[in-house]
């Protein structure tokens, strides 16, 4: 079956800008993640949603970056008044419930000009 | 609070040989241990997790790793390496039962010599 699919795969912007992030996960997977890895770096948590809701985003760096999933299945990460510290590859996981394998997408590469 | 530590961010070996790749970990409670394989520019493939059951598990690809908790080590071995296992080597641990978040080591970049 289809895996975790992000889009897009790589985003250029300028400072200042704002940027969105889309993650689709596995169908029927109710736990979704996300997370940040900068070069030569392991990636970092930065939310978890259960369902609809936002179960635990105490890796957000900022109040720039929130998430939503609205529906309980595509999710995206918005990023406010980018800066060059957040270039990164965002990775976004899923599973079937939060205690399983979690599935990971082939992640965004975003630069931040 | 958990961490993991992967000790050398660079493991070099010759087609053929053994690979070790080491991990230690620091959790309060029992973890679950995962081991990730990242190839260029493609996302994080799991390699194989350790639950709590048999502390020797194995997983894909012709790799094991051992669950050792007086050592509190997770280390990823294969007898012989290929030249398709060449990328980087994540170690991560979870929280009681594998719930929520992954926290990640730093990564191993494995180079396989011919």
């Known amino acids: 079956g289809a895996g975790v699919s992000q889009t897009p795969s790589n985003k250029v912007t300028e400072k200042g800008k704002y940027v969105e992030l889309r993650c689709d996960p596995i169908s029927g997977h109710t736990a979704l993640y996300w997370y940040r890895q900068s070069l030569g770096q392991g990636p970092e948590f930065l939310i978890y949603f259960q369902g609809t809701g936002a179960a635990d985003d105490s890796g957000l760096p900022n109040d720039r970056f929130f998430a939503v999933r609205p529906e309980g299945s595509v999710s995206t990460l918005k990023i406010q008044r980018t800066e060059r510290g957040d270039s990164a590859v965002y990775l976004c996981a899923s599973s079937s419930d939060p205690t399983d394998t979690q599935y990971f997408g082939p992640g965004t590469r975003l630069t931040v000009l | 609070a958990q961490s993991v530590t992967q000790l050398g961010s660079h493991v070099s070996v010759s087609e053929g040989a053994l690979v070790l790749l080491r991990c230690n970990y620091s959790s309060s409670v029992p973890p679950y241990l995962f081991w990730y394989v990242q190839y260029p520019n493609q996302g994080l493939q799991l390699l194989l997790k350790?639950?709590?059951?048999?502390?020797l598990v194995k997983g894909i690809n012709g790799f094991e790793a051992e669950f050792k908790k007086s050592e509190t080590s997770f280390h990823l071995t294969k007898p012989s390496a290929h030249m398709s296992d060449a990328a980087e080597y994540f170690c991560a641990v979870s929280g009681p039962q594998g719930a929520q978040k992954l926290v990640f080591g730093q990564g191993t970049r494995l180079t396989i010599n011919p």
């Open positions: 350790y639950t709590s059951a048999a502390t």
